[in-house]
């Protein structure tokens, strides 16, 4: 199994860039697919971002795509989500995730997912 620990978080302006940051250890991260979901206060979690296990592909939530980048370095077991143009409406708790098996109509849901990390709070004022 992985354990995954998110770090990066904090408070910013409307507008601003974050990049937050997954650090595995355990077993090997490049065995696994990995996730980024969030969870704002009264809502469900909801996906924000996938990519495989090297890198071939990624997935978007549509809320994001064009302002969030994914990415990773297998070689030092870390994940990344490199966030720009911040609003409001992105204010949430982070989670960094991590699947064995992942399919293209999978990638989105929050079960498909094994091992989860505790969170890194995102605040972005207006």
């Known amino acids: 199994q992985v354990q995954l620990v998110e770090s990066g978080g904090g408070l910013v302006q409307a507008g601003d860039s974050l990049r937050l940051s997954c650090a595995g250890s355990?077993?090997?991260?490049?065995?696994?697919?990995m996730g980024w979901f969030r969870q704002a206060p009264g809502k469900e979690r909801e996906f924000v971002a996938a990519i495989s296990k090297t890198s071939s592909y990624t997935y978007y939530a549509d809320s994001v795509k064009g302002r969030f980048t994914i990415s990773r370095d297998n070689a030092e077991s870390t994940g990344y989500l490199q966030m720009n143009s911040l609003r409001p409406e992105d204010t949430a708790v982070y989670y960094c995730?991590?699947?064995?098996?992942?399919?293209?109509?999978?990638?989105?849901?929050?079960?498909?997912?094994?091992?989860w990390g505790q969170g890194t709070q995102v605040t972005v004022s207006s």
């Open positions: 995730a991590a699947a064995l098996f992942v399919s293209s109509v999978t990638y989105y849901t929050r079960g498909t997912y094994n091992y």
């Open positions: 355990g077993r090997t991260l490049s065995t696994y697919v």
